[in-house]
């Protein structure tokens, strides 16, 4: 086999001396990589963190979460954004506790569950190497390793999964890379030698305005509802009816109640 390029042998090296101690990281169980994954999915690790390990704490199996109703499921995730998650976790909890985990190739037949969060579960729990590519690994990879990705070493398919992620969230940034800064990769970069870093960049997806968008009214309804326990469907008509129609809330006599 060809010995590993000093770029993955030097990231590698550089995660285990600095890669950050974050509570999914201590761990290899599948759900609860899924329940991290899906918080990752569009929440930042810093918010994710305490949550993570509240939610663990409550529900530490798929049994557990399943048992729970989906109003406390999506009362426990409130905060998080795009509750939508929260619900899909909860039925891929109930069809896991019901049927067992499908086969690993088959993984994306779960609610909620994309190519990547499938990717993440075998790589992270499983121990597989293949490489979970979300915005951050997809920009490290197109700016440090253009020609392909040289190959991971005998097991280290983990290491490598996290360290791509970690490098991508504090040096390989979209914005103002810390190529001069300490990147422990710098050596040999081709974007960072080119004096565009960003020149090959993947698209990145913009998003629209939060400020008084229905996602940010759905949530500001979702809140009121935890608190109070039924609100007028006439406070904010297409949010509230967004929420039911996403079984996220209910209609009943013209007030938005919580799912049960
Ligand atoms: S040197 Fe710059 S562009 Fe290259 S991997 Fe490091 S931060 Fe990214």
Redesign the pocket.
């Known amino acids: 086999m060809a010995a590993p390029s000093s770029g993955v042998t030097a990231l590698l090296a550089w995660f285990a001396q600095e890669g950050e101690d974050l509570p999914w990281r201590r761990t290899r169980d599948r759900y609860s990589i899924l329940v991290a994954e899906t918080m990752l999915q569009a929440t930042q690790v810093a918010r994710v963190a305490p949550r993570y390990e509240r939610w663990i704490a409550r529900w530490p199996t798929v049994e557990t979460l399943s048992g729970a109703s989906l109003g406390d499921a999506l009362a426990e995730w409130h905060g998080l954004g795009y509750p939508r998650r929260a619900r899909n976790l909860h039925t891929t909890a109930g069809v896991i506790a019901e049927s067992g985990w499908p086969p690993s190739g088959d993984l994306t037949a779960l609610p909620g569950v994309g190519p990547y969060t499938a990717a993440a579960i075998r790589c992270f729990a499983d121990g597989e190497a293949l490489l979970p590519v979300d915005t951050n690994v997809a920009r490290?990879l197109a700016?440090?390793f253009p020609a392909g990705w040289p190959g991971t070493p005998p097991g280290e398919g983990w290491a490598v999964g996290q360290a791509l992620m970690d490098?991508g969230r504090r040096?390989?940034k979209a914005r103002s890379?810390?190529?001069d800064d300490g990147?422990p990769?710098?050596q040999g970069?081709p974007?960072?030698d080119s004096g565009d870093?960003s020149a090959n960049d993947p698209p990145r997806r913009r998003q629209g305005r939060y400020e008084g968008s229905l996602r940010q009214r759905r949530g500001r309804l979702l809140g009121e509802l935890a608190a109070s326990g039924s609100i007028s469907m006439g406070q904010d008509r297409e949010a509230a009816s967004s929420l039911v129609a996403d079984g996220l809330a209910l209609e009943r006599d013209g007030a938005l109640v919580p799912v049960e």
């Open positions: 490290v700016r440090r490098l040096y390989c890379p810390r190529c990147c990769i710098r970069c974007a960072a870093v």
